[in-house]
């Protein structure tokens, strides 16, 4: 069987092991540049463990089958509400009394987002994203099911019931410090929102409004700066300047996106080779993971990591697209929206077109909790395209 044929029986399987090949080449090559983590010539590897467990956790869905998990939908999604709770009550009495009142509740970089469980932390919120959009796929057929005509009246109701499914959870990750998965959150739930039969009309509206909040903000920050800082203080505010003027903040919050676009800048074709050292900069294996792969192997890689990339959503999209289940198709929707806004947002922010948030590059940046998420959402992919090609099969008997 040739490689194309291969590709063609099994392209999300093919196209996965192809990230992971990126991802822990890119893991490694970031090492030399690791100075503030022991041992980070092993973090490629516990990558690769980390995908392994994910593997497993796919052929387990795969095995029990996707209707095993969306039966028991509302208790996993208040299993996690639980656990993000602890963590928003622990980042508020940490952040005044400098104590942890919760169990293997972790402050780091401002957040209160893990649980450490002393051999990996755990990060609820990124799985959370996934049970949200599972909930929400679920909840939108039932409803659509329930309905003859869409109506004002029924679109308002529809919108209601998905505030009440995605506000508590995006509320308690507020608390906790983490805007960059509220953004996810807020894009899968866009997408699922245009996915579920809206009136086009509807989002008209919300790209005007979306629009004049951009356009007002920016007219504060340009002629009224003391009113903009009243609103966007702190990190947050750090974080724009840093992004506005990476050259001229480069001894604080600019440091970090200057020194990455000197290092990939001067990468030409081919890039400085794995494990090149040009400019030390943070997080160059989770945030910053682009950056290294734009430094080390330059354009062509840059390149063949976003035409990868571009490759997973497209199968994704088509084995979403040719399911019978309604509900498959809004599951499939909320999950693009989550990717593609991780993926056009952290490839944005290192090339200096957006702000840094901590946003991760979904599959090749290091991390456990982002990672086994999103393999988890591909469980569901595995066992949906299976239901796929047997009703393929059958129609064709």
């Not at 980070?40 to 209707?67: C, D, H, K, N, T």
């Not at 990060?123 to 659509?144: G, R, W």
């Not at 456990?368 to 099969?393: E, Q, R, T």
């Amino acid at each position: 069987m040739s490689l194309i044929d291969t590709l063609k029986k099994h392209p999300l399987v093919i196209v996965l092991l192809m990230l992971l090949s990126i991802s822990c080449l890119a893991i490694a090559s970031a090492a030399p540049i690791m100075t503030s983590i022991a041992h980070p010539g092993r973090m490629w590897i516990m990558q690769l463990a980390y995908y392994i467990v994910g593997g497993v956790m796919i052929l387990l869905i795969f095995r029990s089958g996707m209707e095993t998990i969306y039966k028991h939908i509302k208790p996993i999604y208040w299993i996690f509400m639980a656990l993000l709770l602890g963590l928003a009550i622990d980042h508020f009495v940490y952040t005044r009394t400098m104590h942890h009142v919760v169990p293997g509740a972790t402050y780091v970089n401002g957040s209160t987002c893990w649980y450490n469980l002393k051999v990996f932390s755990f990060q609820p919120s990124e799985f959370m994203k996934i049970i949200m959009v599972m909930y929400l796929a679920q909840m939108t057929k039932a409803f659509n099911e329930n309905i003859t005509v869409r109506t004002r009246d029924t679109d308002i109701q529809y919108v209601l019931e998905v505030l009440k499914i995605s506000i508590p959870p995006a509320l308690l990750v507020f608390l906790e410090n983490d805007t960059g998965v509220i953004m996810i959150m807020m894009c899968a739930c866009f997408f699922i929102l245009i996915s579920s039969g809206m009136n086009g009309r509807w989002f008209i509206f919300l790209f005007a409004a979306v629009g004049i909040i951009v356009v007002l903000m920016s007219l504060l920050f340009l002629y009224h700066n003391e009113i903009f800082t009243k609103i966007i203080s702190g990190h947050r505010l750090d974080r724009i300047y840093g992004w506005l003027d990476p050259e001229g903040t480069t001894a604080n919050q600019g440091m970090q996106l200057w020194f990455s676009m000197i290092s990939y800048g001067t990468a030409s074709w081919f890039g400085h080779g794995f494990g090149a050292t040009v400019m030390a900069f943070p997080e160059a294996h989770t945030d910053f993971i682009f950056a290294i792969i734009a430094t080390d192997f330059g354009f062509i890689g840059a390149i063949i990591t976003i035409a990868t990339i571009c490759l997973f959503d497209i199968i994704l999209l088509r084995i979403g697209l040719r399911s019978e289940n309604e509900r498959d198709k809004h599951f499939t929707m909320g999950i693009l929206g989550c990717l593609l806004f991780q993926q056009v947002w952290n490839i944005g922010m290192i090339l200096g077109l957006l702000p840094i948030t901590g946003i991760t590059l979904p599959l090749i940046s290091y991390g456990g909790s982002s990672l086994l998420s999103y393999l988890l959402a591909l469980g569901i992919f595995v066992d949906m395209d299976y239901h796929n090609k047997i009703s393929n099969y059958n129609t064709h008997i």
